[in-house]
């Protein structure tokens, strides 16, 4: 029950289907990412490890997307939802150092405090895994029988 | 189960946007700030009253912005060389969206602490290093901070300090000794200078009683000290010492005979 032949809401699809759709959402995504990138590389050029945390979230993001619509319909989504939000807690809380983020513009020591704006981002994630909790739960009760 | 999953999107969805557009608008909220020159500073002003330096630099701001503005905190340390010489903080009211600030950030030091501190101010021009730290917060959640050095010139307001004695004047029994110095302070030297004289067995051979003491920004001072002293105590060397507004600021070996 509850595997890739599990003929759900788009079980049927057939796993080139999956992986062509997969593939199409991630590209979008990944498009996204790398405006982003262009945009954000000109705020943070004095950020010395912009490069590496921005790195590090996109390929994450790319990997829980294709990995979320390769799963559609089955089970494992919801894992990968839930693993995506708890990815992103720990994700924003380090790359951040705690809500504090500070860089050097020549002599200029620039230094923002959102500690409560990040509490928040770690509050909306944690919903997203008890709602990813529930989904699956439900996901599984209305399942049919083996 | 369908409902909470419902509200838990709906809650998720609100909170997204909330996440995203409190820094946006705190961005343009600073924008607004910067672009209108909603800050401005005026001639600061250097006075010296009663042992205590004083400094007060005038400034205002303009809350174009859409928050408050809170917690702002002005934090300056000076410091000459390696050594610090004293630390400054202030914080200031906060100022509601629309409203002004008018303001000054005034700072004073007593003569002794900076004396204590770093004895070479007094006598010796230099330039001083300063830190300074501004925080503030706006819409009471995002927190900003950003921290500059720079450097400013200390004129001395007691600069080449000399005591210059002549030897003892047996035929009329008396010492006498010029004192001189330069106030290259941006403020006048106005306080009460008294003075004494010991011999090397660290005798009191007479004292000037204070007497007031005003010299202007870059004007010199320089003053002849004549004392009757018995020739007894005439000990070959003997030391200076001068207060300024019950500060010893000189304690200087002299010839006296």
Same mark, same amino acid.
């Given at each position: 029950m509850s595997g890739f032949d599990y003929s759900g809401r788009n079980g049927s699809q057939s796993l080139f289907q999956r992986t062509v759709k997969a593939t199409i959402v991630t590209l979008v995504v990944g498009i996204v990412l790398l405006f982003f990138w262009v945009f954000l590389s000109q705020i943070f /050029? &004095?950020? =010395?490890n912009f490069q590496t945390f921005f790195a590090v979230l996109a390929v994450a993001l790319v990997f829980f997307t294709f990995m979320i619509r390769f799963t559609d319909g089955t089970i494992f989504k919801y894992g990968f939802l839930i693993g995506r939000a708890f990815f992103l807690i720990i994700y924003i809380v380090y790359a951040t150092s705690g809500g504090v983020f500070s860089m050097d513009i020549e002599s200029f020591h620039f230094i923002i405090e959102f500690v409560p704006l990040l509490a928040l981002i770690i509050v909306v994630n944690l919903m997203e895994i008890a709602k990813g909790i529930l989904q699956a739960v439900e996901f599984t009760v209305e399942a049919p029988m083996d | 189960m369908r409902q909470t999953i419902r509200a838990l999107t709906w809650a998720i969805a609100i909170l997204w946007i909330i996440t995203l557009i409190l820094p946006m608008t705190i961005g343009l909220s600073l924008l607004q700030l910067a672009e209108s020159k909603s800050i401005g500073f005026r001639d600061p002003v250097f006075t010296y009253s009663n042992g205590i330096f004083y400094l007060s630099a005038p400034f205002y701001i303009n #809350? %174009? &912005? @859409?928050y408050d503005l809170s917690d702002i905190n002005i934090t300056i340390n000076v410091g000459d060389k390696s050594k610090t010489v004293a630390r400054f903080s202030q914080i200031f009211p906060t100022i509601n969206a629309g409203s002004m600030l008018n303001e000054s950030y005034d700072v004073a030091i007593g003569l002794a602490e900076l004396l204590s501190n770093d004895e070479e101010l007094l006598t010796n021009d230099t330039t001083l290093n300063l830190n300074m730290h501004l925080f503030f917060r706006v819409a009471y959640l995002i927190g900003f901070g950003g921290q500059a050095n720079a450097t400013a010139s200390w004129g001395a =307001? @007691?600069? #080449?300090l000399t005591v210059l004695s002549s030897p003892y004047n047996y035929t009329f029994q008396k010492i006498s000794f010029t004192l001189s110095f330069v106030n290259? /302070?941006?403020f006048p030297v106005d306080g009460m200078m008294a003075l004494e004289i010991r011999n090397s067995r660290n005798e009191l051979l007479g004292t000037f009683s204070p007497e007031r003491l005003y010299v202007v920004s870059y004007e010199a001072f320089s003053r002849l000290y004549e004392l009757s002293v018995d =020739?007894?105590?005439? %000990?070959s060397s003997g030391t200076v010492r001068v207060y300024f507004d019950d500060v010893q600021i000189l304690n200087r070996e002299v010839v006296l005979a």
């Open positions: /050029a &004095g950020y =010395p | #809350n %174009t &912005g @859409f =307001p @007691f600069y #080449n290259h /302070a941006y =020739p007894a105590e005439i %000990t």
